[in-house]
Each structure stands twice: as C-alpha cells, then as structure tokens.
C-alpha cells in the first residue's frame, strides 16, 4: 500500500505548475533554452599550485558546509568533508582514475591482481602517538570485513586474507583477481574507501564510539565538535609531511540553507563553500569575487525508483514517471536554466559511456506516459505515490508533482532536512521514489555503488545480475578496452531497467574566496588540506 505524506503546497501553485508543462510542446525531448551557459567545467580537481605562489604559513580556514556531519568513522555511509583532514588516505585518486601512493609508499601486484602488497611510510604515527604500521592497517581493514554495513564492505569481502608481512608491510590475497584493488584504497568516505586508517589504541579506547573521537596521522586534529554549529581541527604537530599543514586549523560549519550558505559566502563569513546545489554554484560563476572548482562527473542528480515496492516495481510506471517529466521545464523550475543534461550513469565525454544508452532512455512523451499509466491501471495497479526530497528541492518536488498531475497521476510530496533524509529516508529504503546525488570520478566503485545489487548508495534496491557480473569483470580485468565494453554494456542495461531517473549532472563544488590557494579535490567535493593555504592580507 502506497505511503502517504502530505502534500507541499496548495492545489493552486500545483495546478499552476501543470499548466505550465501542458503548455510545453510533447515528443521528442529538446535541449532546454537556457540562454547563455554559465555552469562548465573548470579545475574539477583543484588549482594549479605553481601558479599560486609560495604557500603562506598561518590563519584558520573557516567552511561552510551543507549538512552536519555525521560521523568519522569509515564504516558507517556518510558525507564527511573533515574525514581527510583526520586521517588522510593511504592511497590517493588522480584525475587520470590511476589510484597512487600517499599516506602509503606503495602498492603493487605480483600476478594477475589476485595477490597485492602494500607498503607503508617508515616512521609515520597518529596523532596518539601510536605507529600506524602494518598491524593498524589490517584491524581497520578487518572492521570493514566484519560490518556488513560498512560501505567498503562490498570490497573487503573480496579479500581471502591479508597478512601483516612485517612492520610496514600487509599482503591481501583475493578470493580473484581484482585489478582496481588500489582503488578502493584511495576513495572518499562518503564512497566507501579501505584507505582511512584509525588508531587502533582509539578503536580499544573507544569502540564503536570511534565515530565521534576520531584519530588519525592526517594534518589536524578534532579538538571542539559543537553539533549543529562548528566543528574545530587543529595542525598535528607530528604531521608525516614535513613543512604541512600550512593552515592553523579548520573551522567548519553546518549550513544546510542554501540562500544562508552562499551569503555567508558573499558576506565575508566564511573562506569556502562546500556546494552542492545549482543555484549556488551557478551565483558564484557570475560573482567575480570568487573562485570556483567544479566538474560535473559521473552520476549525477537523479530520482530513484524504489523497485521492491508498488507502483515502480512495475517496469511500466518507471517508463510512465520518466516520460512525463520534461528536461526543458525541469531546467526553467529546478536548475535556473543551466541545467547539465543526463540521460545515462556515464558522462558522454568517458570512455565508459554509450550513445546506445542514450538512445535507450525514454524521452519526454506525456501520452506516451498517460497510456502506461492506464496500461498499469488496467491490470489493477494503483498509480498514486509519495515523493520524497529535501527541503532545498522544494521546487523538484512541486515539478515531479505537477508533472505527474499532468498524466493522470497524484503525488504526495514530503520535505525533509538533509540530515535526516540521508538517514531516515535513503538509507532506510523507506520510499517509493526520492530525489538523490552520486557523483562520482571513476566507475569503480563508483558505478556499482549506485546498481550494484547491496551497492552502498543503490537505495532503489536495483538487482540484476547481468550488471553485477559485468561490473565484477570491469574492475578484475588489466585490459582498458574490456574494461570499457564492460562499463557500456552496464549503462545501457541500466537504461533499459529503468531504476533510476537521471536528473542532471551533480553540482557538487568548492566555492571559496580569492584568496584561499592550494585547493586539491575529488568532484565529490572532498579536500586533502595539507597543501591548502590562505593568502594574508
């Protein structure tokens, strides 16, 4: 039985709305008029440091940011724009999707990527004191093995066993060969990742509390966690990168609004913006005063259909939901008419992305749309649903409503803060269709964690075995064009599944002022901090 919510606004903002779109010629989809396009790639993955000067000792970067964070440990899924200013990451993402050494000195394979070996940094330590060695990486590693809900679980799993070979050494056996096992080394924590390495001395102390007591061998320290007003990490002194962090500390604050976010920006409040909204980032583009580091990536914007429950376990009412929704007038209500169109998992400019996969998604078409509604209707099926977004997406939500509307079908809209829709709504599969973000660099894991059968973020349940066997072979094979093919073969099965609805590339970016330097990102919007500075006045 369909869950009920209650409505977002009155019947005549949605009758409006309905007008509206009726008024919107049906057929084939057409690029939305925008006018001029402001929104476009640029530094996706931080500034050029030979251009910025010799970086520049001292000051306390201060960062607002778009949800509180919920915790600092990796095992739990979560957004945690601090966790790499804690605990750094063994192994680091470059923009080539090539995985390279950093906390730790090395990875390597012997074989064909069944067998892997990790090297550690001679005389590296947390900021307890405790060596991080080869001992530290195995029980963080086996936390991940042991909690099924750990986003890395997935990836862990596939370790046969690992052995502490010396101080400094760990050999992972794999149950097969994996050849983008350095990968998951090197993730964001929001993505899943084997690579931020805690204490274990604080795992003993604090157990499964670790999460709000984190210790790390990264560039700061937690020092003051006030929730829901500032967070306060401070240099470690024992930092293994001699001469970093340049910063005294970071300071960063929960900001949900987006209006309060960009002018706390504007105002002079704050250093930096952690983005994650169009309208935000599409103000700042127009804002010579500030400086902006964005890519649109992978993924993207999107709606999940929950496809374990009525009415979207029906490949029908997926169809219907995706064809009455029209990209030009999602553009004009949603993306201030700088929408970045997708239609697919992959952005067109990769390797991994098919146009068969494109061609494949349903176009806008509203009757196309009425008669799969009345097809479902007829075979005794109750098209009403509830929505569910955020209270940023309020105009997502009166547009998924209204669009629906238009075909015959009523929907119940419900607004939740962001917090709590990560948590209550998402993660708990409580929903029939949600608004959703997964961006990511690299397909894997990034791909699998959106339609991966238990993938991390795949909160619509999408199960097919097809794409789960042909994701498992893109990350095993050393070969980039089966790699490839692999990858195409998973977009366009996607596609003709329908679990998603693809709203738009991600906005996700880094916002700050002139003179914060040495920013290096993932478009995930994750910072490493030990290189960043701030220009003195």
């Given at each position: 039985?369909?869950?009920r919510?209650?409505?977002s606004?009155?019947i005549?903002?949605?009758?409006?709305?309905?007008?509206?779109?009726?008024?919107?010629?049906?057929?084939?989809?057409?690029p939305?008029?925008?006018?001029?396009?402001?929104v476009h790639?640029?530094?996706p993955?931080?500034?050029?440091?030979a251009?910025?000067g010799?970086?520049?000792?001292g000051?306390?970067?201060?960062?607002g940011?778009?949800?509180?964070?919920?915790?600092?440990?990796?095992?739990?899924?979560?957004?945690?724009?601090a966790?790499?200013?804690?605990?750094?990451?063994?192994?680091?993402?470059?923009?080539?999707?090539s995985?390279?050494?950093?906390?730790a000195?090395?990875?390597?394979?012997s074989d064909d990527?069944?067998t892997?070996t990790?090297?550690?940094?001679?005389?590296?330590?947390?900021s307890?004191?405790t060596?991080?060695d080869?001992?530290?990486?195995?029980?963080?590693t086996?936390?991940?093995?042991?909690?099924a809900?750990?986003?890395a679980?997935v990836y862990?799993?596939?370790?046969?066993?690992?052995t502490?070979?010396?101080?400094?050494?760990?050999r992972f056996?794999?149950?097969?060969?994996?050849?983008d096992?350095?990968t998951?080394?090197?993730q964001?924590?929001?993505?899943?990742?084997?690579g931020m390495?805690i204490s274990p001395?604080?795992?003993?102390?604090y157990?499964d509390?670790?999460?709000?007591?984190?210790?790390?061998?990264?560039?700061?320290v937690?020092?003051s966690?006030?929730?829901?007003n500032?967070?306060?990490?401070?240099?470690?002194p024992?930092?293994w990168?001699?001469g970093?962090?340049?910063?005294?500390?970071?300071?960063?604050r929960p900001?949900?609004?987006t209006?309060?976010?960009?002018t706390?920006?504007?105002?002079?409040?704050?250093?930096?913006?952690?983005?994650g909204?169009?309208?935000?980032?599409?103000r700042?583009?127009?804002n010579?005063?500030l400086?902006?580091?964005?890519?649109?990536?992978?993924?993207g914007?999107?709606?999940?259909?929950?496809?374990?429950k009525?009415?979207f376990d029906?490949?029908?009412?997926?169809?219907?939901?995706?064809?009455?929704?029209?990209?030009?007038?999602?553009?004009a209500?949603?993306?201030s008419?700088?929408?970045v169109a997708?239609?697919?998992?992959f952005d067109?400019?990769?390797?991994?992305h098919t146009?068969?996969?494109?061609?494949a998604y349903?176009?806008?078409d509203?009757?196309?749309a009425?008669d799969?509604?009345?097809?479902y209707?007829?075979?005794?099926?109750?098209p009403?649903?509830?929505?569910?977004?955020?209270?940023?997406?309020?105009?997502?939500?009166e547009?998924?409503?209204a669009?629906?509307?238009?075909?015959?079908v009523?929907v119940?809209?419900?607004?939740?803060?962001?917090?709590?829709?990560?948590?209550?709504v998402?993660?708990a599969?409580?929903?029939?269709?949600?608004?959703?973000?997964?961006?990511f660099?690299?397909?894997?894991?990034?791909?699998?964690r959106?339609?991966?059968t238990?993938?991390s973020v795949?909160y619509g349940k999408?199960?097919?075995?097809?794409?789960?066997?042909?994701?498992?072979?893109?990350?095993?094979?050393?070969?980039?064009?089966?790699?490839a093919?692999d990858?195409q073969?998973?977009?366009?099965?996607?596609?003709?599944?329908?679990?998603?609805q693809?709203?738009?590339r991600?906005?996700?970016?880094?916002?700050t002022?002139?003179?914060?330097?040495?920013?290096?990102r993932?478009?995930?919007?994750?910072?490493?901090?030990?290189?960043?500075?701030?220009?003195?006045?």
């Open positions: 039985m369909p869950v919510a209650r409505t606004r009155t005549a903002v949605v009758a409006a709305l309905c007008a509206a779109l009726v008024a919107t010629a049906c057929g084939s989809a057409s939305p008029a925008e006018g001029p396009q402001r790639l640029v530094d993955y931080g500034g050029d440091p251009k910025e010799d970086p520049q000792r000051g306390t970067l201060v960062i940011n778009d949800r509180e964070i919920i915790s600092f440990d990796p095992t739990r899924q979560n957004a945690n724009l966790a790499l200013g804690v605990y750094d990451s063994l192994l680091k993402l470059m923009p080539d999707g995985a390279q050494p950093y906390l000195k090395s990875m390597s394979t990527g069944t892997w990790l090297g550690l940094r001679e005389g590296v330590r947390f307890d004191g060596p991080l080869a001992n530290a990486v195995v029980v963080n086996q936390r991940h093995i042991d909690k809900a750990s986003p679980h862990a799993m596939q370790i046969a066993s690992m502490a070979v010396d101080p400094l050494t760990v056996t794999l149950k097969a060969p994996l050849g096992f350095p998951v080394f090197a964001p924590l929001s993505s899943g990742t084997l390495i001395a604080a795992l003993t102390r157990g509390d670790i999460g709000n007591h984190p210790v790390g061998a990264g560039p700061f937690l020092t966690w006030v929730r829901d500032k967070m306060e990490l401070v240099r470690n024992d930092y990168q001699q970093k962090p340049y910063l005294d500390g970071v300071e960063i900001l949900p609004d209006d309060s976010r960009y706390t920006m504007t105002n002079g409040d704050v250093d930096m913006i952690n983005g909204f169009n309208q935000e980032l599409v700042a583009f127009t010579p005063d400086r902006v580091y964005y890519g649109p990536g992978s993924g914007v999107l709606n999940y259909f929950n496809v374990t009525a009415p029906d490949p029908r009412m997926r169809a219907a939901a995706v064809a009455a929704m029209d990209p030009q007038a999602l553009g209500s949603f993306f008419n700088q929408l997708a239609d697919s998992l067109g400019s990769t390797r991994w146009p068969a996969a494109s061609d349903p176009r806008y509203q009757a196309r009425k799969l509604v009345a097809q209707v007829a075979s005794g099926g109750d009403t649903f509830s929505y569910f977004t955020d209270r940023s997406s309020v105009p997502l939500g547009f998924v409503q669009s629906m509307a238009a075909v015959g009523t119940h809209v419900q607004y939740f803060d962001l917090a709590q829709f990560a948590g209550n998402l993660q599969g409580d929903f029939q269709m949600a608004s959703g973000l997964s961006a660099d690299h397909p894997f894991p990034g791909a699998g959106i339609v991966q238990g993938g795949n999408y199960s097919n075995p097809q794409v789960d066997t042909l994701l498992a072979d893109a990350a095993a094979t050393t070969d980039p064009d089966r790699r093919s990858y073969q998973v977009e366009l099965a996607v596609n003709k599944d329908l679990p998603i693809w709203l738009s991600s906005y996700l970016s880094t916002i002022k002139p003179s914060v330097k040495g920013v290096d993932y478009v995930t919007r994750d910072l490493y901090f030990a290189g960043m500075w701030k220009e003195q006045s």
